[in-house]
């Protein structure tokens, strides 16, 4: 029997990106079935790579090379669905990868499930953008992608507690911020299809952020620490990019990420 992080290991150096997430859902489902079973899997330890293997496609370009397309024409959509199908890779990655590589920190049970079931709707994210690219003759791989994806995980690779305040609370809590504009452009366009997917994927995303400051909390807990100032240190120690608003502020307070988390970093950002 194999244990989770060796199949954590397995998903993330699988490189073409339908072959990874029908291995992750695989091992999720036998995750959970042997929860269910009362007998987990062994959580175990295993070597998670550098990167995760990927596809020879797409290319990847710096972020100030990627073409820029308006939402108003389907080839602009196209690309818009191609660059978040590309952030549902990098997110199954992520999910797998937090799994295997922190596995000398003892969690409870529960961690894992929270992780195993982010890493499978992540899965499942990147398959439904994916039929929605192939829906309209395209697919994923078919133009250039962001490179660079995985700097925050090799930020983080020794910080499980930054791992977690990057991440979930900062990139993922970003996704709920922009996600209703990004299904205003597809329901206007009449195209139902990518409307439901990102529906999908928005409910969804606020449960991978919610993990993200449960679990933060819980570690903050065993140290005794104010986790709002131990989230302000990681991130300014290891986000590089900008807080900034708007804030959906509602969605975020949904997942357990109150303001008085973001809003000093979007403030200290802003005088820069
Ligand atoms: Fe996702
Ligand atoms: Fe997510």
């Known amino acids: 029997m194999k244990t989770l992080a060796e199949m954590a290991v397995e998903v993330l150096n699988t490189a073409d990106g339908r072959g990874k997430t029908a291995l992750g859902r695989r091992y999720a489902a036998e995750w959970f079935a042997s929860r269910a079973a009362g007998q987990p899997l062994e959580i175990g330890s295993a070597t998670p790579p550098d990167r995760p293997a990927r596809p020879a496609l797409p290319e990847l370009l710096a972020p100030r090379d990627m073409p820029r397309r308006r939402t108003g024409t389907l080839a602009g959509r196209l690309a818009l669905l191609h660059a978040v199908a590309h952030i549902e890779l990098n997110a199954v990655d992520l999910h797998w990868d937090i799994i295997a590589r922190f596995t000398h920190i003892p969690m409870p049970p529960g961690f894992y499930d929270d992780w195993v079931k982010a890493a499978d709707e992540e899965c499942k994210h990147f398959n439904l953008l994916c039929d929605?690219?192939?829906?309209?003759?395209?697919?994923?791989?078919?133009?250039?992608?962001?490179?660079?994806?995985?700097?925050?995980?090799?930020?983080?690779?020794?910080?499980?507690?930054?791992?977690?305040?990057?991440?979930?609370?900062?990139?993922?809590?970003?996704?709920?911020?922009?996600?209703?504009?990004?299904?205003?452009?597809?329901?206007?366009?009449?195209?139902?299809?990518?409307?439901?997917?990102?529906?999908?994927?928005?409910?969804?995303?606020?449960?991978?952020?919610?993990?993200?400051?449960?679990?933060?909390?819980?570690?903050?807990?065993?140290?005794?620490?104010?986790?709002?100032?131990?989230?302000?240190?990681?991130?300014?120690?290891?986000?590089?990019?900008?807080?900034?608003?708007?804030?959906?502020?509602?969605?975020?307070?949904e997942a357990g990420l109150p303001p008085d988390f973001y809003w000093p970093l979007a403030d200290e950002a802003g005088q820069l």
Request: aromatic share 10%; with cysteine.
């Open 132 to 253: 929605c690219l192939e829906a309209h003759g395209s697919h994923y791989g078919a133009l250039p992608a962001h490179a660079g994806m995985w700097q925050a995980a090799a930020d983080t690779r020794d910080d499980f507690l930054g791992r977690l305040a990057v991440v979930p609370m900062v990139l993922e809590a970003r996704g709920l911020d922009v996600t209703p504009q990004m299904l205003e452009v597809f329901r206007k366009a009449g195209d139902e299809g990518a409307a439901a997917a990102l529906e999908v994927i928005y409910a969804e995303e606020v449960g991978h952020v919610a993990y993200g400051s449960k679990w933060f909390n819980f570690m903050c807990g065993r140290t005794n620490e104010d986790p709002k100032d131990v989230f302000h240190a990681l991130v300014r120690r290891y986000f590089h990019g900008q807080l900034k608003p708007p804030f959906n502020e509602e969605k975020r307070a």
